[in-house]
């Protein structure tokens, strides 16, 4: 099994977790079927539902949410950029 399998499932063994100490409802899933964003999420503050966000509309609460892999590589070549830029400026003060 690859890595990333490896990773995908540890991160979404932690998220059930996650879920079970927010009260949330989990649903089993398998590889054929994409997961439904039907489940209600509560806040740990307050135990108001979430909105769709995943911010609490009474106390401001954030649960964490994995950025998507496409955001992800946008920042990663943002920062690359900015660092190569970065160098080569201070390549040509230092010449």
Not at 47 to 61: D, F, Q, R, S
Not at 81 to 89: D, M, N, Q, R, S
């Amino acid at each position: 099994m690859s890595k990333r399998k490896e990773e995908e499932k540890r991160i979404l063994a932690e998220m059930d977790e996650a879920m079970r100490e927010l009260g949330g409802e989990i649903q089993e899933q398998t590889d054929e079927q994409p997961s439904a964003p039907s489940q209600k999420l509560y806040c740990r503050r307050c135990k108001t539902e979430l909105t769709a966000n995943g911010v609490c509309p009474v106390c401001g609460y954030r649960v964490y949410m994995p950025m998507d892999e496409q955001k992800r590589k946008k920042i990663r070549f943002i920062v690359a950029t900015a660092c190569i830029v970065g160098f080569l400026i201070l390549f040509f003060l230092i010449k």
